[in-house]
């Protein structure tokens, strides 16, 4: 968000983009007679891009060379910033998928890869989160949980969503194992089961505590084949 807030500035973002189309480190000197401005300026403009990590700074050999160093040169930044709102994760999904479709053993399908593959991933989350509170960890997930009462909490946001819209049989099963293997691995599963519920404008897993923690009717039975047939 506040890298985002930095190119709301239209002076920077041009630099940002000039430094981008340039393909090479450029000067200070470069960049302001690209943009018709000062260098005091535009130096000012590129160091707060170096600040919000849109770009980073060196030294090079381009432009005029200074009395004991070379100027200050700026070029895109290696890191990769997104922004989605709600949250989405379809770096996960689309890597989970990938990995299934080819690195699915001769005995399961690709389909039942997906699912064994989500359950690890939750797995490897959930014990990097061991011991720290549900909804923070669930949050930073980006599902949005929420009290329902009764021993439930829902999931506001479905980080797989479109995908899941489209694919439900498979993602929301993927989903299910996911957040199952998450509350296993973080230490949260004695007490809290994730379990397949899919209501309209919720994410299709609900989290149940204490002794009603059993799928509705229907939800592991008459609901998505993925999770009645691929229960990892």
């Known amino acids: 968000m506040a890298a985002l807030a930095v190119l709301g500035d239209e002076s920077r973002r041009r630099l940002f983009e000039f430094v981008r189309r340039a393909r090479r480190p450029v000067t200070r000197e470069e960049a302001s007679a690209a943009l018709g401005i000062s260098r005091k300026l535009a130096a000012f403009h590129l160091d707060k891009l170096v600040a919000s990590g849109l770009l980073q700074a060196g030294h090079g050999s381009r432009g005029p060379r200074r009395v004991g160093r070379s100027p200050k ?5 290696p890191r990769t910033l997104q922004l989605s709102l709600p949250p989405r994760r379809h770096e996960l999904l689309s890597s989970l998928l990938a990995e299934a479709v080819t690195g699915h053993g001769p005995e399961e399908s690709a389909r039942e890869a997906a699912v064994r593959l989500a359950r690890e991933r939750g797995e490897e989350l959930g014990a990097e989160a061991r011991g720290t509170d549900l909804t923070a960890f669930l949050e930073s997930l980006g599902f949005e949980p929420a009290d329902a009462g009764a021993g439930r909490t829902v999931l506001h ?22 957040l199952r293997g998450c509350l296993a691995a973080s230490g949260h599963d004695a007490t809290t089961a994730a379990v397949l519920a899919p209501h309209p404008g919720l994410c299709c897993v609900e989290l149940r ?5 059993a799928s509705p009717s229907g939800a592991d039975g008459d609901g998505p084949s993925c999770a009645r047939d691929l229960h990892p």
Do not use: I, K, T, W
């Open 73 to 77: 040169v700026y070029e895109p930044s």
């Open 157 to 178: 946001n479905c980080p797989f969503h479109p995908v899941a819209a489209h694919a439900s049989q498979l993602v929301c099963g993927m989903n299910h194992a996911f």
């Open 209 to 213: 505590a204490g002794a009603d923690r």
